[in-house]
């Protein structure tokens, strides 16, 4: 008799274990109040859309110098002006490259612009840049700027505090002009984080943080002092929600 009371007691608890099995597998198990299976807990990084707040592709008469929506920015003898549907630049100082920005106010924290760059002759060795959150739309005297370093080939990230321009970040990769390259330069900015990418022949990129400007208007630069090649094309701000 004990071996057939000791079977149907393990009878039970087989019976016993398969049910609350069961009902753990399903979440639910009466009396125990960690039966429920595991989940783990995921936090996703919200989205940014971008939708466009202007853009340019500069197809229309010529223009010289380069006429409204754009305020220019020009040092001693430079030019911009607006040639055979896209953007020629002059520069003659060897100083800061010629350059415009465009007069509508980005007042969005999240934003981004980019310019289609085209090098149109050999030897070009100067720089290509953006302007982002510029302070004022007729200088830039305080303002972000993303562009190609001509000294060291590098793109950069790099601000304009007061007149006194700083460097913020670089990458480590370098870029080779050649005759016919045409590049797209993107300046992002998402609250206090900044990025920049080049994207063509060579991809770049570089990445900070900065606080110091969280709104402003948007440009392009570009030029070499006796070698003006570079012209600029599709010029577009978009802002993120």
Avoid at 99 to 124: C, D, E, K
Avoid at 196 to 221: M, P
Avoid at 228 to 236: G, P, R
Wanted: with cysteine; glycine share 10%; proline share 4%.
């Amino acid at each position: 008799m004990n071996f057939f009371y000791r079977l149907i007691f393990l009878i039970f608890l087989s019976f016993l274990f398969t049910s609350c099995q069961s009902k753990i597998d399903s979440g639910f198990c009466p009396g125990l109040s960690d039966c429920s299976p595991e989940t783990e807990s995921s936090e996703s990084t919200p989205t940014v859309t971008y939708s466009t707040l202007y853009s340019d592709d500069f197809d229309r008469v010529d223009e010289t110098p380069l006429a409204a929506p754009w305020n220019f920015i020009l040092v001693g003898g430079d030019l911009i002006e607006l040639k055979t549907n896209q953007i020629d630049l002059t520069e003659t100082d060897g100083a800061d490259p010629p350059g415009a920005l465009h007069s509508t106010n980005i007042t969005t924290t999240n934003a981004r612009v980019s310019v289609l760059a085209t090098i149109n002759g050999p030897g070009y060795a100067g720089e290509m840049r953006v302007y982002f959150r510029s302070q004022n739309s007729g200088d830039i005297l305080n303002t972000y700027f993303c562009g190609v370093d001509p000294g060291t080939s590098r793109l950069v990230i790099g601000k304009n505090n007061g007149g006194v321009a700083s460097p913020l970040s670089s990458s480590t990769g370098t870029m080779t002009y050649d005759n016919g390259d045409s590049y797209t330069l993107t300046f992002t900015g998402e609250g206090s984080s900044l990025s920049c990418t080049l994207a063509g022949n060579d991809n770049l990129s570089t990445s900070t943080t900065d606080s110091d400007f969280s709104t402003g208007y948007a440009g392009l630069a570009g030029g070499e002092n006796g070698n003006n090649v570079l012209n600029f094309d599709d010029f577009l701000a978009e802002t993120g929600s």
